[in-house]
């Protein structure tokens, strides 16, 4: 059964060092989701990517986020200046078709570790 | 503030027991996923309502549209359904989904 999977599963960085976190979405999906939860807290959106461009974004997706999907499989988040309020687990998520039916299907996530 | 609550927080339930999980939410939405995190972190998608009732295997999630309000059920629960369950819904006014803060399920033998 497709899948989307993330990598790495854990990443450990130091304050002000920039990461990119990697994705591949299930290869006929049109619709790419970035999500995070901070540990105990509830999941929050972050940004949504369609036809090669941000569709939607929350306020948490500022200046230091940026999204890409550089080669048609691949799919990143770029944090460009962690912060340790960065700290979290990041979820990748896809769909394949517009309409209120179409399931989202999410990665296994990236645990980010700011230090 | 358009709000997604989740009842209970937590639940202990004993093996075979019927359990229902509550969803309400604020304003109106154009769909409502049910999400199961398991204890490592990773997500599962359950269902997805925009209407009625869906049935896969012991699982059940229904919507009301007009009171606001989603039900998750698990029949003959068994200690693998231990687990935190997550609605989210996407307001008819946008795409991205909201998230409720989890109902933390233990099922015990």
């Known amino acids: 059964e497709p899948e989307v999977t993330q990598t790495p599963s854990h990443q450990v960085t130091q304050m002000g060092q920039e990461v990119i976190l990697r994705c591949v979405p299930i290869?006929?999906?049109?619709?790419f989701y970035w999500y995070r939860q901070i540990l105990g807290q509830k999941v929050e959106f972050l940004v949504s990517f369609y036809n090669n461009e941000i569709s939607e974004k929350s306020e948490i997706f500022d200046d230091q986020f940026s999204v890409e999907r550089p080669d048609g499989s691949n799919f990143t988040l770029k944090i460009r200046s962690t912060k340790l309020e960065d700290s979290a687990m990041y979820f990748c998520?896809?769909?394949?078709?517009?309409?209120?039916?179409?399931?989202?299907?999410f990665g296994p996530g990236t645990r980010l570790t700011v230090t | 503030k358009n709000e997604v609550e989740q009842s209970p927080q937590n639940l202990t339930a004993q093996e075979g027991e019927f359990i229902t999980i509550n969803c309400s939410y604020s304003v109106g939405i154009s769909a409502l996923h049910w999400l199961q995190q398991h204890p490592g972190g990773g997500i599962v998608s359950l269902f997805m309502?925009?209407?009625g009732k869906k049935k896969h295997g012991r699982l059940i999630a229904t919507i009301n549209i007009q009171e606001k309000h989603s039900s998750l059920h698990i029949t003959a629960s068994h200690p693998r359904d231990s687990a935190v369950y997550i609605c989210?819904?996407?307001?008819?006014?946008?795409?991205?989904?909201?998230f409720g803060t989890g109902t933390s399920l233990t099922v015990i033998p």
């Open positions: 290869s006929n999906h049109l619709y």
């Open positions: 309502l925009s209407s």
């Open positions: 998520a896809s769909r394949g078709r517009r309409g209120a039916s179409s399931e989202q299907y």
């Open positions: 989210a819904v996407r307001w008819d006014t946008g795409n991205q989904f909201y």
